[in-house]
């Protein structure tokens, strides 16, 4: 695991957005494994500009998002498809057949979570899969206590998370109960994890996924054991770390991230 401390949300959002930008341009045909919620809002936005601006080309992109709630028409707002639609796809060149999400209104939901991970292996499995982390420490809606090596499946959600996630549908009981997310285990196949967390309030489950010990009760833990993580953090969500010094000086001295620092640390 890696650790970049950013000195603002914009310079975090900007950081993972040249990075998704990297992998495309040396992958055209890259697979992009993608993640709904506040936190990447402002890296799509701009991914959406690089498109506009420099021509970044996703037309050989394929896509696949995390989760999809369970009962939630695509043509609600609040879908994540409708979200996706929103803050990126409309904005940038990708097909839109290659655009993957759960299908949360299938008949055979079990039938759906293996189509699901079937479609992610013909595709050659997932070059960089972007993460959010809740304030649980839920990675996608793997909730507390979900295996670590589950797989695409039905999963409750906790009161926790659908508080979290009422504004977004106006009253608490209009937020599902139920969603399909890729599990730890599909998640950890990844050949990249980019898990990225902006603001104060994601400071004590980001020192609990990151230093803490690995456990199912915070199931981003358990990017601890992924081949490739990289953690993107603001100051205030990484606040808490203990090991902040040594991070800085990676990231500051490691040659692979030369051609970030300015980015990111630029005056
Ligand atoms: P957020 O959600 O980006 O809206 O904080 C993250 C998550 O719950 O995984």
């Known amino acids: 695991?890696?650790?970049?401390?950013?000195?603002?949300?914009?310079?975090?959002?900007?950081l993972t957005a040249q990075l998704i930008a990297d992998t495309?341009?040396?992958?055209?045909?890259?697979?992009?494994?993608?993640?709904?919620?506040?936190?990447?809002?402002g890296v799509y936005s701009r991914l959406g500009q690089l498109h506009k601006e420099t021509g970044l080309d996703f037309s050989g992109v394929t896509t696949f998002n995390l989760d999809e709630y369970i009962g939630v028409p695509t043509t609600h707002p609040q879908s994540f498809r409708a979200c996706m639609e929103r803050e990126l796809f409309s904005k940038i060149n990708v097909k839109k057949e290659n655009t993957h999400l759960p299908n949360g209104m299938a008949a055979d939901l079990d039938a759906e979570c293996e189509r699901y991970e079937k479609a992610i292996a013909t595709a050659g499995g997932i070059d960089l899969q972007l993460l959010g982390i809740g304030l649980n420490g839920h990675l996608a809606f793997n909730e507390p206590l979900s295996s670590l090596a589950s797989r695409t499946r039905t999963k409750a959600l906790t009161p926790e998370t659908r508080r979290q996630n009422a504004p977004a549908f106006g009253t608490l009981d209009e937020v599902p109960t139920r969603a399909i997310t890729m599990g730890v285990g599909t998640v950890l196949e990844s050949r990249w994890a980019i898990l990225l967390a902006t603001g104060s309030s994601k400071a004590e489950i980001i020192l609990k996924a990151v230093e803490g010990p690995m456990s199912a009760v915070v199931t981003a833990s358990a990017l601890q054991m992924h081949r490739r993580?990289?953690?993107?953090?603001?100051?205030?969500?990484?606040?808490?770390l203990q090991m902040k010094e040594y991070y800085r000086w990676v990231f500051a001295n490691?040659?692979?991230?030369?051609?970030?620092?300015?980015?990111?640390l630029g005056r």
């Open 229 to 240: 993580c990289t953690v993107i953090v603001d100051e205030p969500a990484g606040e808490w």
């Open 24 to 41: 495309v341009k040396a992958k055209p045909k890259a697979v992009l494994g993608l993640a709904t919620g506040k936190t990447p809002e």
């Open 254 to 264: 490691e040659p692979e991230w030369a051609p970030y620092r300015d980015l990111v």
């Open 1 to 14: 695991m890696e650790v970049i401390i950013c000195p603002s949300t914009e310079r975090a959002n900007l």
